[in-house]
Nanobody, 124 residues
Framework: QVQLVESGGGLVQPGGSLRLSCVAS????????IGWFRQAPGKEREGVSC????????NYADSVKGRFTISRDNAKKTVYLQMNSLKPEDTGVYYC?????????????????WGQGTQVTVSS
């Protein structure tokens, strides 16, 4: 069955870095745009970054531009999110998901087949 599994979260000090991984199985990753989303306690899930099926197009939330980088390795069936210069406001559960349909925005409503999430905590 379709499955996305996130990993790489943890506790990090402000200014630190983490790399999240999203491993796909049960479908051909090459055909799908993938997004990273996060949800902080008491807040709605929000789009962090999305990448097209080829990797040629990426977009980022304004709050993470210049600090986060999304990439993919279709041969390894994996999408990555490199997070640098982390801030306390980056804390939350990070999820990856695949796009529903061919086009859309980097918003949760346009994505499905959600992973279970990985916790990122930025704190001193």
């Amino acid at each position: 069955q379709v499955q996305l599994v996130e990993s790489g979260g943890g506790l990090v000090q402000p200014g630190g870095s983490l790399r999240l991984s999203c491993v796909a199985s049960g479908f051909t990753l090459d055909y799908y745009a993938i997004g990273w989303f996060r949800q902080a306690p008491g807040k709605e899930r929000e789009g962090v970054s999305c990448i097209s099926s080829s990797g040629g197009t990426t977009n980022y939330a304004d709050s993470v531009k210049g600090r986060f980088t999304i990439s993919r390795d279709n041969a390894k069936k994996t999408v990555y999110l490199q997070m640098n210069s982390l801030k306390p406001e980056d804390t939350g559960v990070y999820y990856c998901a695949r796009r529903i349909g061919l086009i859309g925005l980097c918003v949760p409503a346009d994505f499905g087949s959600w992973g279970q999430g990985t916790q990122v905590t930025v704190s001193s």
